[in-house]
């Protein structure tokens, strides 16, 4: 009863994460809706008689898998969120044909099919224990097959090693390199923080220049994506103007700013 | 009606036993001046001769020592090696005929050797020219000298090669490749002939060889298909009508050549290839030997015709050859009879051929190679040497009383008279029109004003070459008598090609022979008015329709040209639409339908990794039906 | 019980799979993968249960491990990719083609 209980909860829990996962524009929701299902799985193993699968499950996959799935969505633009409009002809609707066809095919074979009552490992693992008997197996009869994952795992932290390395082509800049080229670029002086001389210390405003002029680059243009989003724009005309401007600002544009910024 | 052919004997030993050397020497001499080039230069042409001049020797000592034997024993097989296991030993068969033949081959040609040293001295490749020449007497030899047909083959081929290396051995100048090839591709039809009648031998009798060959009495379709065929191959290489019209073109090679192989040997072979099948395939009274002929007389009538409307020396030589060598096939076709005049005719016009043509040589050589005839006239005080002996051919070839010709090429008509009346009398007519072509060229030759270009210096050509001619003209002169005159030749070729039931004997007053004395005095009368006596133009008048026919070889080029080449030039241009149309059609179109539906059916790849995902996911559904339908799963 | 676990497998299968075709991000389309391989998971475990043998666990064991690996350099390439083309889209990387 309790599995049954457990199973219903879980089953609805990760098909809905999953479909939030297909279909949230932002890859780092879908990362989190993927981080649910494979929780729910981790539970469904353990009720299964599967506790070493699911201890597996959270470290490998929860914990390291997702989060190298986080990091490179860090590398790549947190803010990258995909638009819907599908342009290649007939794509979305003969995948989802598909997709309904091939699951509706797997519940006619499974759903005709007669199952035993379940075997249940309670003979398997008879001899020693869960544990024992797994350690059995995967080091008597899989032993080369444990060998060769290990082999695998290594040129795979090799190869990504030398595919996400990058050869430095120049000299890294010195202090000097450094130092000059901020003073000869367009802001010898930091970066305007934001509220300095505003009327509003809030982050989301942006600063105003000794001569009264409203600086744009003071905001950062995730946040003025926000408030342009959200309608919280401030009453000045002046100020509104500019977080506008600054939420247009397109990615490459801001990236070879903030690039800029770096070297300044 | 029997023929009498002796059984063939083999033999060891002796100098018969050597008779190999005759081949071997001249095939040392070309392969020595051909392999070591330009190393033999100074003294190649001292090495021909000497080859031809050493088998000329063994000739001779074969001769004497055959004559030893009795008459019925002179046939004598050498065995050499086994050439093709089962089917053909390779020997050389000595007797009467092939003796003969040797004897001719290698005296005229040592005699053309020697003469050719001073004929061809300013020629830089003298030496190539003797190495070829010396090819020719060793190709030649193994032709007549075979026992079997298979060696009789090699050495045709062996001479055709030769041949067609001489005709174009200036082959600088187009005409004489152009004419090479010619004299190439005819004497190829000839070949064919030869060859499929040599497969029919093969398939019919078992045997090749002449010893193994039983002469027959009565033909049968078999040997009369046989007997047609070997008369093709004759044809080809005696220049006999329908395959006569490479033989004038022939005469671009060197004068030595055209006396060598074009006039005195090599033409002949069909003559021999004839009455050395005579017994077999040719049997008196039959539709081959009817063929033969028929085949001589036409084409002694078109040679002569031919003879008469040529200017330039060389080719009316050329024509009088092609008549000469029909008279001989005149005499091939009547049998054991007209054999021993054939070959007599063969040999004494061997001689006197030779002779004109060497003598042509040497007018040439004193007139700046020109050989337009009109070119000439009055170089008998200037060439007196040259002239005498060829006045001796000349007499000789028109059948002048007691000269060479005169035995032998009546003894010809005398028995065409005899057997086939009408061929006969062909050949008396052509008598009389020999009588006027060779006036006309004596007489616009050494008679008459004389009407070379002012840079032509007449002058008699040296000794070495002036020898020959004086050998040959003594031929000319004399072998006639002495080979027919109480049958001299007739018994000695008997045990060879068989004897006729009665022995011809030689009447001076006879029928024939006189009409052909008075055409022959007819023709040289008239040749005096139109060419002694009265002005040769030294332009070429435009002549009558006759003229024309004769000087165009009675149209037999544009006849070939009509009848072979443009239907060949159709029939290709016919299978060139079929290929373009019809092959390049379905290849091209298969090409063009695969690359067209290929050019669409790539579009397919887009590049984008989902559409080849989701054709992925179709598959995997699909296969999953496919399983739940046929595994019931 | 084991008819429900393989169909809820199944429906996340293919919910990976249409993920996989639907969606543009390199990085969505991996982990949609990642789905598709933890519903095989299920699976294997389901039917370990069913039949009374480790050995399907074994089995998803070592396709967690292949999938480890497989994440590892699948995200090396696309950060590679990202770092040339400035874009994360499958559809842009569409050079080989006819």
New interface residues.
């Given amino acids: 009863m309790g599995e049954t209980i457990t199973f219903w909860v879980l089953a609805v829990v990760s098909v809905g994460a999953a479909l939030g996962m297909v279909f949230n524009r932002k890859a780092v929701y879908s990362a989190l809706m993927l981080g649910t299902v494979m929780l729910s799985l981790a539970v469904l193993y353990a009720v299964q008689d599967a506790p070493f699968l699911a201890v597996v499950q959270i470290i490998v996959y929860t914990g390291a898998i997702m989060m190298l799935f986080l990091f490179v969505l860090m590398l790549v633009g947190v803010d990258s969120s995909d638009s819907f409009v599908e342009t290649l002809k007939g794509q979305r609707f003969w995948a989802v044909i598909a997709a309904l066809g091939f699951v509706s095919l797997i519940a006619l074979a499974i759903g005709n099919a007669v199952f035993a009552d379940e075997a249940g490992l309670a003979q398997a693992t008879a001899q020693g224990g869960y544990i024992r008997s797994i350690a059995l197996l995967l080091f008597t009869k899989y032993v080369f097959a444990f060998e060769i994952t290990s082999a695998l795992l290594i040129t795979a932290a090799l190869g990504a090693m030398v595919l996400a390395h990058r050869e430095r082509l120049t000299d890294r800049p010195t202090q000097k390199d450094l130092s000059r080229a901020r003073f000869l670029g367009d802001h010898p002086s930091p970066l305007p923080g934001p509220g300095t001389y505003a009327r509003n210390n809030a982050i989301d405003m942006p600063a105003l220049l000794p001569d009264g002029s409203v600086a744009e680059s003071s905001v950062n243009r995730y946040i003025a994506r926000y408030d342009v989003e959200h309608g919280r724009m401030p009453e000045d005309p002046k100020l509104a103007a500019a977080i506008r401007h600054r939420a247009d600002d397109d990615g490459a544009d801001s990236d070879a700013e903030e690039s800029n910024g770096v070297t300044k | 009606m029997e023929s009498h052919i002796a059984e063939i004997a083999q033999h060891t030993g002796g100098v018969i036993g050597l008779s190999w050397l005759m081949i071997a020497f001249p095939l040392v001499g070309a392969f020595v001046l051909l392999v070591f080039g330009r190393f033999t230069n100074r003294w190649g042409h001292l090495l021909g001769v000497a080859m031809s001049l050493a088998s000329f020797a063994v000739a001779v000592l074969a001769f004497f020592e055959l004559v030893g034997f009795g008459e019925e024993q002179r046939r004598r097989a050498v065995h050499l090696y086994e050439f093709i296991p089962g089917m053909v030993d390779m020997g050389l068969l000595i007797d009467p005929l092939s003796i003969s033949f040797a004897l001719l081959i290698t005296g005229v040609g040592s005699l053309i050797h020697i003469y050719s040293i001073g004929y061809m001295s300013h020629d830089e490749h003298r030496r190539r020219f003797f190495a070829y020449l010396n090819l020719f007497v060793a190709a030649m030899l193994l032709l007549v000298l075979a026992d079997n047909y298979v060696g009789l083959f090699i050495g045709w081929e062996g001479v055709g090669l030769a041949s067609y290396l001489l005709i174009g051995f200036w082959q600088f100048k187009p005409s004489a490749a152009v004419a090479a090839k010619k004299a190439f591709v005819v004497n190829r039809v000839g070949d064919f002939g030869l060859l499929v009648g040599m497969f029919l031998i093969w398939t019919t009798f078992g045997t090749l060889a002449f010893g193994e060959l039983q002469p027959i009495t009565s033909e049968n379709p078999t040997t009369l298909a046989i007997g047609l065929l070997l008369l093709l191959g004759a044809c080809g290489k005696s220049a006999q009508l329908p395959l006569q019209s490479w033989l004038l073109d022939a005469m671009e090679g060197p004068t030595p050549v055209s006396a060598l192989i074009h006039a005195a040997t090599m033409v002949t072979a069909g003559v021999y290839l004839v009455v050395r099948s005579g017994a077999f395939f040719f049997p008196e009274g039959s539709g081959a030997a009817l063929a033969v002929a028929i085949v001589g007389a036409a084409t002694l009538l078109a040679g002569a015709i031919i003879g008469c409307a040529k200017d330039d020396i060389k080719k009316g030589l050329a024509g009088s050859t092609m008549s000469q060598i029909g008279y001989m096939m005149l005499g091939a076709g009547l049998g054991p009879a007209g054999y021993a005049f054939a070959i007599g005719h063969l040999i004494t016009h061997g001689f006197f051929k030779a002779d004109l043509f060497l003598g042509a040589g040497s007018v040439m050589h004193g007139m700046n190679d020109e050989v337009d005839m009109r070119k000439y006239g009055g170089l008998r005080k200037l060439m007196p040497i040259t002239f005498a002996t060829f006045f001796i051919g000349y007499l000789a070839i028109i059948g002048f009383p007691l000269l060479s010709g005169y035995f032998t090429k009546d003894g010809i008509i005398e028995t065409a008279v005899h057997h086939q009346p009408i061929l006969g009398w062909l050949a008396v007519l052509g008598a009389g029109i020999t009588g006027f072509y060779m006036s006309r060229m004596v007489f616009m030759t050494f008679f008459g004003q004389k009407r070379w270009a002012d840079d032509a210096h007449p002058h008699e050509s040296p000794s070495v070459m002036t020898i020959p001619l004086m050998i040959l003209s003594l031929g000319a002169l004399g072998l006639g008598a002495y080979l027919v005159l109480s049958n001299r030749l007739l018994l000695f070729l008997a045990p060879a090609v068989g004897r006729p039931e009665e022995l011809p004997a030689f009447h001076f007053t006879s029928t024939p022979g006189l009409a052909t004395l008075a055409l022959v005095a007819v023709g040289a009368a008239f040749a005096w008015m139109r060419y002694g006596r009265a002005e040769v133009p030294s332009v070429q008048p435009r002549g009558s329709f006759l003229t024309t026919f004769a000087r165009r070889d009675l149209y037999g080029d544009a006849l070939n040209e009509s009848l072979f080449m443009r239907p060949g030039q159709w029939l290709t241009r016919l299978a060139v639409y079929f290929d373009n149309r019809g092959i390049d059609g379905i290849v091209n179109g298969l090409a063009a339908g695969i690359g067209g539906s290929s050019g669409r059916l790539?579009?397919i790849?887009?590049?984008?990794?989902?559409?080849y995902?989701?054709s992925i996911?179709?598959g995997?559904?699909l296969l999953?039906?496919a399983l739940?339908l046929v595994g019931n799963? | 019980m084991t008819t429900h676990y393989l169909i809820l497998s199944g429906l996340l299968f293919a919910i990976g799979a249409m993920g996989v075709l639907i969606r543009r991000n390199a990085i969505v389309v991996f982990m949609c993968v990642e789905l598709m391989l933890n519903a095989c998971n299920l699976a294997f475990v389901t039917f370990s249960r069913q039949v009374g043998n480790l050995e399907g666990q074994i089995i998803a064991f070592f396709v967690m491990v292949v999938a480890a690996a497989e994440v590892v350099v699948g995200l090396a390439i696309i950060v590679t990719i990202f770092r040339t083309r400035r874009s994360a889209s499958v559809d842009d990387a569409n050079l080989l083609k006819y």
């Fill in positions: 790539r579009r790849q887009t590049g984008f990794a989902r559409t995902a989701l996911l179709i995997a559904a999953t039906g739940l799963i």
